[in-house]
């Protein structure tokens, strides 16, 4: 990778780490994503589960969703999906279905993340980059379920 897209990749992570912090404001999950076409975010989306009362109201999904009805497609075959956690079974199943060019995720999630199911789960032609801000991603989760248990 070049250091053009280590910088862009940084700076989308922390788009997506504000979105994040939105959801830890809000009492949510604090996990937070944004879809990129080029250089321009289409779409944003923090976790809103509990403000929705919707199980499948995850950051990516409301981020898919926007970048959708932005192209006014389903598709988002040049696009980057920009999340601060590794999706679970259900965001990786949907970013299928929009055969999103590539995915870059945060903090890796051992115990719900799509990858204990291997790849293959992401489209063939997706490309997968993971590690960018992880240790910012995991240290707001942390603060998170701390405050829950105290």
Known sequence: ???????????????????????????EIPVGAVV???????????????????????????????ASDNLGSKYLQDCTLYVTLEPCVMCAGALYWTQMDRVVFGAADEKRGFSRLGKVILHPKTSLTTGILATESQELLLKFFRRLRT
């Open 1 to 27: 990778m070049n250091i053009q897209a280590d910088i862009l990749d940084n700076y989308f992570m922390a788009e997506a780490m504000r979105q994040a912090e939105k959801a830890y404001e809000e009492g």
């Open 36 to 66: 990129v076409i080029g250089e321009r975010i289409i779409g944003k989306g923090y976790n809103q589960t509990e403000k929705l009362n919707d199980v499948t109201a995850h950051a990516e999904m409301i981020a898919i969703t926007a």
